[in-house]
């Protein structure tokens, strides 16, 4: 047979098998392998911070599981993992391949092998299948699907913790925002008061170390604005980052007197709430896996039963596709390994072994879980008192001040002493705005600590 024959057969070959490939890939690439930004917001329970009555606040979380790479990155993982999943499936069905040989002979001219072609074409189709007969792969299959399983609560948790992150950052912005618009009052004041000063320091009133104390703290109070800008800034480059955006993107917020506070934290967590974590689960299905694993690695010892055919066909005969030159074979039986230098027993060991270090992983989540969560209760019960305390004090400082404008009013105090009154009102003000920040990060915590079940 001539090269030009040779090579039309084995592009016929190519072409049968790997324009199944391409479309399969293809497939895979526009649907399977595609991001459910819907699923995802699913993992952080959306309508929780919807609660807190912001316009931006959602759309930020909504941008966060959309963009951030890092979460995106472990949902393309969950993907990979899910792929594996067919891996196994596949080792539990039969295999088919196809190859075409060219088999050149040089033979007597004399007897009955002179009737054979010296130039010829074999095309041989192997079939392989191993009885899964123990439910060994079965097993494999079983392990595999429970890694994936854990991976998806490892990208639930990825989830839950950005959305976190975002509302943290989002809240402290606002927060520093109070903050320095608030400094910005007092350092009005401050200046104000500064002037006087001066002016009664030419009167002989004050003495130049007064006024010095004054100009000392209006700077303080300067510099502490510097520093809650800087704050801010850095927080709003890490909410860019978080959402996915770049560094010149125009975060758009609120008022931190907006927000709504909910009323008080719960008092308790029902159980079912922690072992639902999906920490917790992933150390669970992980478990699962390892102990399947040990089952596999016993199944090891025993028999492999396997079941191999082969059929070819070749031009030695005349025409290709002829029985007459068609070549078939049958093989079934069983294999055991009598000696493999320790290796399976050695394997089972460590399977055993891994499965240990699984358990004892799973009680150590299960305790950091509960801690976390009682850690959230309790840092949330007392913020949200202090709070609460630090608001009536707010409440009985702003009917002081009002007190103070009718003394004013009557003549009985001077501006000095009006605006001393108004900065400690400003500054209770700050406080208020710092504690209810403080209670609103504490939610936070709460909602990740129980895995977003809040």
Known sequence: MNKKILMIFLSAILVFNLTPAFAFFKSNNTAQNKIEPAKKLEYVNAGFFEEFQDEYLSGYIIKAVNANHNARQASYKTMEYRENIKVALGA????????????????????????????????????????????????????TKKVYEASVEEEKAIYIALAADVASAYFNILNLD????????????????????????????????????????????????????????????????????????????????????????????????????PDVLAAEKQLES???????????????????????FSSMYGNFFSWDGAIAALLAGATQELFAGGRRLANLRIKKLQYEQLFENYKQVDLNAAKEVNDALLISKYDYNIYEKT??????????????????????????????????????NKELASKKTDNLVDLITLYKAVGGQL
């Not at 008061?193 to 320091?201: A, D």
């Not at 980052?241 to 609120?254: A, F, Q, T």
């Not at 002081?400 to 003394?407: G, I, L, P, Q």
Request: charged residues 25%.
């Open 92 to 143: 539990q069905l039969p295999a088919l391949s196809v190859g075409v040989d060219y088999l050149g002979l040089k033979i007597p001219d004399e007897g009955p092998a002179s009737l054979f072609k010296k130039n010829n074409l074999i095309m041989p189709f192997n079939a392989s299948w191993e009885l899964d007969l123990l439910l060994k792969n079965n097993d494999k299959r079983l392990s």
């Open 178 to 277: 109070k903050q320095i618009q608030i400094n910005q009052c007092i350092i009005k004041n401050q200046k104000e008061i500064y002037e006087r000063n001066k002016r009664m320091l030419k009167q002989g009133v004050i003495s130049q170390t007064e006024l010095n104390k004054q100009k000392q703290s209006l700077d303080n109070l300067t510099v502490s604005t510097d520093e809650l800008l800087k704050q801010r800034a850095m927080l709003l480059n890490q909410l860019r980052l978080l959402i996915g955006e770049n560094p010149d993107y125009e975060v758009k917020r609120s008022c931190i007197d907006k927000i709504s506070l909910k009323n008080n934290p719960p008092s308790s967590i029902s159980s079912d709430v922690i072992y639902a974590r």
């Open 290 to 312: 390892a102990g399947i694993n040990v089952k596999v690695a016993r199944k090891e010892l025993l028999p492999t039963f396997k079941i191999t055919g082969v059929m070819a």
């Open 391 to 428: 608001f009536n004090n707010n409440c009985l400082e702003a009917g002081n001040f009002e007190m103070t404008k009718n003394k004013y009013s009557r003549g009985t105090i001077n501006t000095i002493e009006l605006l001393n009154r108004q900065n400690d009102l400003f500054a209770l």
